[in-house]
């Protein structure tokens, strides 16, 4: 729970869940250190996507460089509330580029960038999965030129291939005090090891082929007039591979990049707790409904996240 002298426009809370309506960087520096067991969040891509008016939003940047320092801002306090041992997973995409904003078309090395910040910060690059993403569904909704097939026939030079998205993971280098554990019953060996099952798929490839795009929570209704048509939600099934893989029931879940609590509401259903953070206030408010019908269809049956006199 943040501390109550950090400025906050709004929050809320029930048993197991806190949701703050601020900046990520003033709510974080109000979380106690080493007290997050794990973190999962989609960042903003840079520029790519314009999320909201406010010029607090880090998505808002002038330029790269200047979302590049915002983000060391924050990785400073996620760092500092990241409990030792413990991960940080962090879902990106590399950036295609415009000849209009960057004078060439090409794509940035974006996730190269997200695991060099966060190197820098102090976190060790851990581990990382490539999500498979359709070309035609990209090429459909985007237009890039270099997936149009009409680019084939004029220069295929400037032809490329989809571009998937990353679920990169980092942990914070000490010894873990509360370590991650399964039990043969809740995690047999089959389930990590036989090549058939999905879970291996799942798990252990580097490549996710199976992730639905579209699996993800509704967020029309937190959409406004002035949006760009693109809300950008994590889908749950990867969330649900890492809380699954990198937490216990009962661990605290933070997503610094909240949205509309789509980390929130899986955490919630696996017996999670969760602290959110959310600058739109749109998503803040269609988060509030998310986390409430989480919570409803959950048993968590444990401590809560709050001091109970």
Same mark, same amino acid.
């Given at each position: ?232 939600? !994590? ?6 591979? =890492? &809380? /699954? $893989? ?5 661990? +605290?879940? @933070? ?12 955490? !919630? ?6 602290? =959110? &953070? /959310? $600058? ?5 408010? +269609?988060? @509030? ?21």
């Amino acid at each position: 729970m943040a501390n109550e002298c950090v400025k906050v426009l709004d929050q809320a809370q029930g048993e197991n869940w806190a949701l703050y309506h601020g900046d990520s960087v003033e709510v974080l520096q109000g979380i106690p250190d080493n007290s997050i067991h794990y973190s999962i969040t989609s960042i903003p891509f840079a520029s790519l996507y314009t999320y909201s008016n406010s010029e607090r939003d880090m998505g808002n940047s002038r330029t790269y460089e200047e979302f590049a320092e915002q983000y060391q801002f924050l990785g400073k306090e996620w760092y500092r509330c990241m409990m030792p041992g413990r991960n940080v997973s962090i879902h990106c995409m590399n950036l295609p580029t415009s000849k209009e904003r960057d004078g060439f078309i090409g794509i940035k090395d974006f996730r190269g960038d997200v695991i060099r910040w966060m190197q820098s910060l102090g976190f060790i690059y851990h581990s990382e999965v490539c999500i498979w993403k359709n070309p035609v569904t990209a090429m459909q909704r985007t237009k890039a030129l270099g997936l149009l097939h009409k680019q084939i026939k004029k220069d295929s030079c400037m032809s490329r291939q989809g571009i998937p998205d990353y679920l990169v993971t980092f942990r914070k280098p000490g010894e873990n005090p509360e370590r991650v554990t399964h039990t043969n019953e809740s995690y047999p060996v089959s389930k990590w090891q036989n090549v058939a099952s999905p879970v291996w798929d799942e798990y252990a490839s580097p490549v996710w082929w199976d992730i639905n795009q579209s699996d993800t929570l509704n967020g029309k209704i937190a959409r406004e007039d002035a949006d760009e048509r693109h809300i950008c939600p !994590l889908q749950l099934p990867v969330i649900e591979r =890492g &809380i /699954e $893989l990198w937490s216990n029931p009962g661990d +605290v879940v @933070l997503d610094p990049f909240n949205g509309i609590a789509s980390t929130g509401y899986q955490a !919630l259903l696996m017996g999670r707790k969760y602290i =959110g &953070i /959310e $600058l739109k206030e749109s998503y803040y408010n +269609v988060s @509030l409904k998310n986390l409430q019908s989480a919570e409803s269809n959950s048993a968590i049956g444990q401590e809560s996240l709050f001091e109970v006199d």
